[in-house]
């Protein structure tokens, strides 16, 4: 799993696994791990929506108004 991710990682990027798959469960700390060492932060979702007073265009993209 990690080795998928790792050429592909870029900062903004959302991770998503599934929990009931063979190996995530045993895979997510090690990627955790590795994705802090390169120097990215790890921040639930909930801290990258915007609640109130935003728009979305047409592209998916969220912004403040």
Do not use: C, F
Not at 18 to 38: E, V
């Amino acid at each position: 799993m990690w080795n998928r991710l790792n050429t592909k990682l870029s900062s903004g990027d959302i991770i998503l696994t599934h929990n009931g798959t063979k190996h995530t469960a045993d895979s997510l700390d090690m990627i955790l791990k590795n994705i802090k060492q390169k120097g990215y932060e790890i921040v639930p979702i909930s801290e990258l929506i915007y609640k109130e007073n935003y728009k979305i265009n047409s592209q998916g993209v969220q912004t403040l108004k």
